[in-house]
C-alpha cells in the first residue's frame, strides 16, 4: 500500500514526532551491530558505526571515522543536533539531549494520509525520516556540494 502526503511536511515538525508513531526506537546496540554487519559485507567507508553508551543509549559525540567529522546526538534517539558538526575536532554536546515529544503537539495526528492506514502512516513517516537523516549526514560528510535528492 502506497502512502500520499498532500501537503508538504516539514522536516523539523516530522522530525519533532517520529516516536509518537514508533514502537521501539532501536537501541544503539542494535544500530550498532547492523552497521557492523553492514561494513563487514561491503567496503564502503560512507558507513557510520555509532557509538554506544550504558544501557543502549547513543554516546552524545558521533564520529565518522573516514571523514574526520563529529556531531551531536540526541542520546537516546540517535538523531543527530542540526548544527553541531565539526571537521577534526570533538563539538561540545550535552550528555542528556534527549528527544522531548511529549512536550511537542502531534502536527499529524488529525491529518489522514489519502490511502494510508494508522499503522503504515507511522511507518511512512519514519522511513521518510531515516531518509531524510541520512541524507543530511552524507551531505555534512560530503567532500563536494551534493546534487539533492535521493
Not at 59 to 67: G, I, L
Not at 134 to 145: E, Y
Request: aromatic fraction near 6%; charged fraction near 20%.
Amino acid at each position: 500500500m502506497t502512502c500520499i502526503i498532500d501537503k508538504p511536511l516539514l522536516f523539523f515538525s516530522a522530525i519533532s514526532v517520529v516516536t509518537h508513531f514508533s514502537e521501539k526506537v532501536p537501541s544503539c546496540d542494535q544500530e550498532r551491530q547492523n552497521a557492523l554487519n553492514e561494513a563487514q559485507q561491503s567496503s564502503r567507508e560512507a558507513i557510520i558505526i555509532p557509538d554506544c553508551g550504558s544501557g543502549g543509549l547513543y554516546k552524545p559525540v558521533q564520529c565518522h571515522q573516514y571523514t574526520g567529522y563529529c556531531w551531536c546526538v540526541l542520546v537516546d534517539t540517535g538523531r543527530p543536533i542540526p548544527g553541531t558538526s565539526t571537521l577534526y575536532k570533538t563539538p561540545e554536546c550535552d550528555e542528556d539531549a534527549r528527544s522531548h515529544t511529549a512536550d511537542v503537539e502531534d502536527p499529524f495526528h488529525d491529518r489522514p494520509l489519502q490511502g494510508c492506514p494508522e499503522g503504515k502512516k507511522g511507518e511512512f513517516i519514519t522511513s521518510l525520516l531515516d531518509a531524510l537523516t541520512t541524507d543530511m549526514v552524507q551531505a555534512i560528510n560530503s567532500p563536494a556540494p551534493s546534487g539533492g535528492g535521493r
